[in-house]
């Protein structure tokens, strides 16, 4: 078990150091390919895989209730905490909410369950990815208009691919091919990305960042563990399902956390800290799921 976990982690954590290691030494700027990557890889992705001809969205309707159910709980819980502990929940609550799902999430999917894992895997980012752009931006900032989620590019991705996939329509397969191709260069490049990100955080909160760190998927953990008793879904969706809730919070709450002006060197802490205590939580849920 030991050795089947080290294998199926090593590639991800080898891939992000050595992004941490590059960015360190070389400080590549990585604005570009991470435009293009948010922009045309990851959708991409998306779509190669929404619109697959063996994806029925009615098959993953129970995952993305209870995907749903962890990203919203996951909120409200760590709303209470937030409150308890007199915090910001504004800084505190999208770390909670919103987890790495696509640099981390997809790429260990794929590595521990297969490629026919990769589908369900796309589904609970689709989920998180729609309520980090609409829900999540709100939070920060009740102006913002909503409506315009739709113009994002995975989400716009994710409306195309679930149109397909509803109605049936084939795609081209050379195009399809194409497609995948240049889905296939957003997951080593979100990765070696995540690794560059990494180090422009810096720990200024270490007691907030720790907390932060350990409360995001001690919750999502719990969580999808209730779920899992009260939605029937296959071992292999429930083994997901759990490892999503471990992930550990998205460099996007980051992002948006600068955009906004809501504390970023706060939140930079609990992402940063967050991703370095992955390295516990995963393997942990990974034992777990595979147990």
Same mark, same amino acid.
């Given at each position: 078990m030991l050795i089947r976990i080290v294998s199926i982690l090593? &590639?991800?954590?080898?891939? +992000?150091?050595?992004?941490?290691f590059v960015g360190r030494k070389v400080k590549p700027d990585l604005s570009h390919a991470n435009k293009l990557n948010m922009d045309v890889f990851v959708p991409a992705l998306v779509f190669g895989a929404l619109a697959n001809k063996e994806f029925h969205l009615t098959e993953y309707l129970p995952l993305l209730g209870a995907t749903l159910v962890i990203v919203l709980g996951s909120g409200a819980l760590g709303w209470m905490i937030a409150r308890a502990a007199g915090i910001d929940p504004k800084t505190f609550v999208p770390p909670q909410m919103f987890n790495n799902c696509g640099n981390l999430g997809l790429p260990l999917a794929v590595l521990a369950f297969g490629d026919e894992a990769l589908a369900p895997a796309v589904v609970m980012f689709m989920v998180s990815n729609l309520l980090h752009f609409s829900f999540g931006a709100w939070l920060l900032d009740h102006h913002i208009r909503v409506? +315009? #989620?739709?113009r #994002? &590019?995975?989400v716009l991705a994710t409306m195309a691919g679930l149109l397909v996939a509803i109605t049936g329509l084939s795609v081209w397969p050379p195009l399809m091919v194409a497609i995948k191709m240049l889905g296939d260069i957003s997951i080593p490049l979100m990765l070696f990305a995540l690794g560059v990100r990494l180090t422009d955080s810096r720990i200024t909160s270490i007691g907030l960042g720790v907390f932060g760190a350990v409360t995001r998927p001690l919750i999502g953990m719990a969580l999808a563990w209730g779920v899992m008793l009260l939605v029937d879904l296959p071992p292999r969706e429930q083994a997901l399902l759990l490892v999503f809730g471990a992930l550990p919070p998205a460099v996007l709450n980051y992002i948006f956390a600068e955009r906004y002006h809501q504390e970023p060197e706060k939140v930079a802490s609990i992402v940063l800290l967050g991703n370095l205590f992955a390295v516990f939580f995963l393997p942990l849920a990974l034992v777990i799921a595979l147990g």
């Open positions: 090593f &590639p991800l954590f080898a891939i +992000t150091a050595l992004g941490y409506a +315009t #989620v739709w #994002v &590019p995975s």
